[in-house]
């Protein structure tokens, strides 16, 4: 990507399951902690469970809010999503999207 926000594919933050690294244009700040990048893995079925699908690949900062808190190292809070800079949540549901995709659908698309 040209700008600051960037993910790096195919990192590995849990036994083996595909993440994505988040890079965040805009840090997050907790108290006297900042939030500069987070790792988002794959999420299981389990972890889908009260998302509708369709509106994760909707972006919908809803169900965002109610999913990357399962699969983000280190965790995210709804509060954490919702603060979010309009650009890093694009970046974030581009991830989380990316997910659901099979290894032909990306082999296509990033050919």
Not at 51 to 61: G, H, N, P, R, S
Not at 74 to 81: F, K, Q, R, S
Request: cysteine-free; charged content about 20%; hydrophobic content about 45%.
């Amino acid at each position: 990507m040209n700008d600051s926000t960037a993910y790096t594919a195919n990192a590995t933050a849990v036994e083996g399951q595909p993440s994505d690294t988040v890079v965040l244009e805009s840090p997050l700040t907790r108290g006297e902690q900042t939030l500069t990048s987070f790792h988002l893995r794959r999420p299981s079925a389990g972890e889908l469970r009260g998302i509708k699908l369709q509106e994760l690949m909707q972006m919908d900062v809803a169900s965002l809010a109610l999913l990357l808190p399962r699969i983000s190292t280190p965790t995210l809070t709804a509060n954490d999503v919702n603060n979010l800079d309009p650009v890093d949540l694009v970046a974030v549901a581009t991830v989380v999207s990316r997910f659901f995709l099979s290894k032909a659908q990306k082999a296509s698309l990033f050919a």
